[in-house]
């Protein structure tokens, strides 16, 4: 893969480097399937499905689609592969790859149900699920799309097979209002404030949704570009709806003359009504961090939750970790706070690269330290944090590394770099199965899906073991 010149910012691709890494020569034009540029995925709550968003960030495929592969499926036949180099028609639907010792290939069009895809705006970005009626009730997904300034929400319905089905089978069916070619309506296709028409119009860029924890129904959408912050109420009167859209939230780049300025993910702290932050009025309001993009920071903000609009608050700089003979590149990406206490969060600096620990502990007024204590180098272009608690052992975070096709495992007991590994084309997003003792990576790029052992007793622990997305046609 070429290095990268520097990064242009008008988009999600830009900002992923998915369009510099297609000038490279990246991309197979020829490449078609299910798997096309895929940039979001989630597991399912019964750990059944994976649902992956595919971007059309190219525009080569007509749209973006939202598919699910069924797990129990792929769970039997990484049990049963066929020999190096045998074609799929033969039966099998993974095979042990003939170039990468020890991997399984596996064709992902064995694995999905066309009912259960759908057809989405250009740009689908990451997935979120909301149980809007409990842990009983169905899964709401959300997907925003960057390029047709989006926010696509789907209902999905799943059924445990009875009879002779295998264990953790079942039966999906997902819901969004969508006609014979699988698009979704309007009341499911956010677009604009209170879904009104003549409201205020959804900017584009929306980069990484999240959504609100300990009983709040919200999601946050940052806005790479325009300095934008979005607000999903997710109890709308006929399901979610946007409620706020605020400009000016977010700071331009310090060390250029040009204007970008745009966030890229929010995380919540836990709240304690005994230690409460002053910023969530004694824990009735979420106190929320979101990392800048194009500033080498974070900014606090809460919720006005009787008006359902954003509340900004103080950003905090981390001028040691971005130094300013860096030129036109992102500084920050993913955060996640550290511990159910919330006194400790994890930053993915992007430029320099580095996963930086950020004591978050309250002083007598309530107000967070915000201080850097720890920071450790990764490989290049970081952008999305997993976090992965295993039931021995130490506490590891795992962050895509986009520019070299790598993930950096960090140790979080010894805040130590574990491991670099090695993976296929523009590692993207991560999604943890801890029932399984497996890590998804999305590999954008590569169109393809690949899976790292993270069970510590294995003899490939922390090494790919398969991948999804390989197809006969592909050779």
């Known amino acids: 893969m070429c290095d990268p010149p520097a990064v242009p ?226 109890s709308g009167d006929g399901g979610p709806e946007i409620s706020d859209i605020e400009g000016e939230f977010f700071n331009t780049d310090p060390y250029t003359e040009t204007e970008y300025a745009g966030g890229f993910a929010v995380a919540q702290r836990p709240c304690d009504p005994a230690n409460a932050p002053a910023l969530s009025l004694e824990c009735t309001r979420p106190a929320l961090v979101v990392s800048h993009r194009f500033w080498p920071g974070i900014r606090q903000f809460t919720i006005a939750t009787a008006a359902d609009v954003l509340l900004g608050n103080n950003n905090r700089g981390f001028q040691e970790s971005n130094p300013a003979t860096t030129e036109d590149l992102p500084y920050m990406a993913d955060l996640a706070f550290e511990d159910e206490s919330g006194e400790r969060m994890l930053l993915v600096s992007t430029t320099p690269p580095a996963l930086i620990r950020i004591d978050m502990r309250l002083d007598d007024e309530g107000e967070p330290s915000l201080t850097a204590i720890d920071t450790v180098g990764l490989c290049r272009n970081p952008n999305i944090l997993a976090l992965d608690r295993p039931p021995t052992g130490e506490a590891l975070a795992y962050v895509s590394c986009y520019s070299d096709d790598q993930i950096a495992v960090v140790g979080l007991g010894s805040f130590r770099l574990v491991k670099t590994i090695d993976v296929g084309e523009g590692p993207n997003e991560l999604v943890v199965d801890a029932e399984r003792r497996r890590l998804y990576v999305v590999e954008t790029l ?30």
């Open 9 to 234: 910012r008008s988009s999600l691709a830009a900002a992923l480097l998915i369009s510099v890494a297609l000038s490279c020569g990246g991309d197979d034009s020829e490449t078609a399937g299910p798997l096309r540029l895929p940039t979001g995925a989630a597991l399912s709550p019964d750990g059944g499905w994976l649902f992956v968003a595919n971007s059309d960030l190219d525009r080569r495929s007509g749209g973006s689609t939202l598919i699910a592969v069924d797990l129990a499926g792929l769970d039997a036949a990484l049990q049963d592969p066929a020999s190096p180099g045998a074609s799929f028609s033969a039966g099998k639907r993974c095979r042990r790859s003939a170039v990468q010792a020890g991997v399984l290939e596996c064709d992902v069009e064995r694995f999905i149900d066309a009912d259960a895809t759908i057809s989405l705006p250009v740009g689908a970005g990451n997935i979120v699920i909301d149980r809007p009626f409990g842990a009983d009730g169905i899964s709401r997904l959300l997907i925003p799309s960057s390029v047709d300034a989006t926010v696509t929400w789907i209902d999905a319905e799943i059924t445990p097979k009875g009879g002779d089905a295998g264990a953790g089978e079942s039966t999906l069916e997902l819901r969004c209002g969508q006609d014979r070619y699988g698009v979704c309506d309007e009341p499911h296709t956010l677009t604009h404030r209170f879904n009104d028409p003549e409201s205020t119009r959804l900017p584009k860029d929306g980069v990484r949704l999240s959504l609100a924890g300990e009983g709040y129904r919200y999601a946050y959408l940052p806005h790479l570009t325009g300095s934008v912050m979005t607000l999903v109420d997710l």
């Open 446 to 475: 590569g169109h393809s899906v690949a899976m790292i052992d993270t069970d510590a007793t294995s003899s490939r622990y922390l090494e790919v073991k398969a991948r999804l997305g390989v197809a006969d046609r592909f050779f």
